[in-house]
């Protein structure tokens, strides 16, 4: 039998132990919150306490490819040298034999100046300055940007108080090539222009962390590793071909200085795909050293500037007239070399001639603005209009380069008497050479106008292919009118005056020339200033590629003949490189007057 006086002991044992169970049992729970569920909750608020630390991992911006996969852009990593001043000093290093010896301080400033392109004495400076700024100072920054070769030989210096920093860089492998339809990005890696800036969305890499507990000694406490992984940007496809892009340049450059021009450029399009092959400009924009170029180079002109396109429009206006039926080639009308018309319209040609009957054909030869600003009088100026607006003009062509521009056509209600026959030859409206080029597809597909493109793909880190979603092609006009429209522009080639200078051997070629006055900004035209402009393609009987070259202001020679030259040169360069079989048969000659 229990007595009162045993029971009480043995109760306060199983108080005392069921109390000392429980808080064991509460530090289990709470040390399996820690250590378990919640471990990397846990692990984080650590990393910020005193012994914490972290490191960026840095992600690499994509590259930009031409058609080939060759390299327009690509990123590297780059060093920034930094000294600890309180402890920069004479080293101690071993000598030849194994012994040690004493490197004194100036001599070590000096190795280390040797490879960072700096004086010995720059270096030191660096150290003196910091010293006086701050007597307990243990950072100053050395030199930036020093490439994997100047990292390699200063580290092999063995010196104690200079350490590294590493970070991604942009490099432009081929300098200007393409510089200004590439773009650029800041020091700070943010893209600036081009297609770095477009298509940021491509090539931007996502940085990560590592973040870690370390002791007191520094050394990392194995299993407090907590990394979030680095995203690289993706691979960027053009459809540019790079060394066609590069010979461009040269032809572009070499032909805007001999023309005295204020700016140049080129492009040529592969005709079926709509695809840019080349975009060429002078002057332009190396990416490396974005600060030597003019504010107006570094960026694409050819994709954010529109004109007046001048007589190049006429092959649109013949085009619109035969689609509609309204003429044919043989059509004809009277025209002198200047004429005033009913509704007080003045119209003045290039030359001076008498009246002459001219064929819409010859009226294409020739040029003659008094003669396309007759027949445009038998179409309505709405439907010439809606033609302008089936062909993209004032549409816009979007190839993904940033600050791209889009033509302009006032609607028919503000069509004053001048500009009802302006715009017939290319005046009184503004357009972009992309919007031209694309224009021109429809003449080289049959009647069907083809999107221009700039980018094939976006390759992401991950192996992911996105490419770009396309216009659809849209028919302007009749495949027979198209036919029509490519024999009278190749007897444009094939009769004019520079019929000879533009000819290239074995092929048939088409085109036309444009020669447009340049806009004052006070609703006026400058005095002597034109933007020449000739547009073609090759071969005309079943045409592979348009090539376009335009001069601003050209002061050597100032109508489109300034152009002549580096077409002829450049559609050579283009059939070359692409081994385009030459011409098996013979055009058909058009007659210029009826």
Not at 61 to 71: C, F, K, N
Not at 294 to 304: E, G, P
Not at 407 to 419: H, M
Not at 478 to 485: L, N, P
Request: charged residues 20%.
């Amino acid at each position: 039998m229990t007595t009162r006086a045993t029971r009480s002991p043995r109760r306060r044992t199983v108080v005392a132990l069921a109390v000392v169970l429980s808080v064991l049992a509460a530090f289990i729970v709470r040390l399996v919150d820690i250590q378990v569920v919640n471990a990397d909750d846990h692990i984080e608020d650590s990393l910020s306490w005193a012994f914490g630390g972290s490191q960026e991992l840095y992600g690499t911006r994509g590259s930009i490819v031409d058609a080939d996969g060759e390299q327009l852009a690509g990123s590297i990593l780059t060093y920034d040298a930094q000294l600890d001043p309180s402890n920069a000093g004479d080293i101690r290093r071993a000598d030849a034999s194994g012994d040690s010896e004493v490197v004194p301080w100036p001599t070590v400033a000096a190795e280390i100046a040797s490879i960072t392109g700096q004086s010995g004495e720059e270096v030191m400076r660096v150290v003196d300055d910091a010293l006086a700024a701050d007597p307990n100072s243990q950072y100053a920054q050395l030199a930036q940007g020093l490439t994997t070769q100047q990292y390699r030989d200063l580290v092999s210096l063995g010196v104690p108080f200079l350490y590294f920093e590493a970070r991604p860089d942009r490099t432009y492998v081929d300098g200007a090539v393409a510089g200004a339809l590439v773009g650029y990005v800041g020091s700070d890696g943010v893209p600036l222009a081009g297609l770095e800036l477009s298509q940021n969305a491509c090539l931007e890499a996502s940085d990560g962390t590592l973040s870690y507990q370390k002791g007191k000694d520094g050394v990392i406490i194995p299993g407090t590793s907590v990394e979030e992984p680095a995203v690289d940007g993706g691979t960027l496809m053009l459809t540019i071909d790079r060394d066609l892009q590069w010979y461009m340049q040269q032809l572009i450059a070499e032909q805007a200085q001999d023309m005295g021009a204020q700016y140049g450029s080129i492009l040529v399009v592969e005709a079926e795909t709509g695809k840019i092959r080349a975009a060429a400009e002078y002057p332009t924009v190396d990416p490396n050293d974005v600060e030597s170029a003019d504010v107006d180079a570094r960026y694409s002109q050819l994709f954010t500037a529109r004109r007046e396109p001048g007589s190049t429009f006429k092959a649109l206006t013949a085009a619109t007239l035969l689609d509609t039926g309204a003429q044919t080639p043989y059509s004809t009308v009277d025209a002198a070399s200047f004429e005033t018309f009913p509704n007080g319209a003045r119209v003045r040609d290039a030359f001076v001639h008498p009246s002459y009957t001219y064929t819409l054909t010859g009226a294409l030869i020739d040029s003659s603005n008094v003669a396309v600003s007759k027949f445009s009088e038998r179409v309505s100026a709405q439907t010439r209009y809606d033609y302008l607006a089936d062909f993209g003009i004032g549409a816009g062509v979007d190839v993904g380069y940033s600050a791209s521009q889009s033509g302009y056509v006032r609607p028919v209600d503000e069509w004053d008497n001048q500009t009802f026959y302006n715009l017939s030859f290319g005046q009184g409206l503004e357009t972009t050479m992309p919007e031209l080029a694309q224009a021109f597809t429809a003449i080289t597909n049959d009647g069907v106008r083809v999107p221009l493109s700039l980018i094939e793909s976006c390759t992401l880190s991950d192996g992911t292919v996105v490419e770009p979603e396309q216009a659809d092609p849209v028919r302007v006009i009749s495949e027979s009118t198209a036919d029509q429209v490519g024999a009278m522009l190749e007897n444009v080639f094939l009769q004019s005056t520079y019929a000879d200078d533009i000819a290239i051997a074995g092929y048939r070629m088409a085109g036309k020339t444009g020669t447009a006055e340049k806009t004052d900004g006070k609703g006026g035209y400058k005095v002597g200033a034109y933007f020449t402009s000739l547009i073609g393609y090759a071969p005309a009987e079943d045409p592979q590629y348009i090539v376009l070259v335009n001069l601003d202001e050209p002061t050597k020679v100032a109508s489109s003949s300034a152009n002549v030259p580096a077409f002829q040169k450049a559609m050579t360069q283009v059939l070359k490189n692409y081994r385009v079989m030459p011409s098996t048969t013979s055009p058909e000659e058009l007659p210029k007057f009826g």
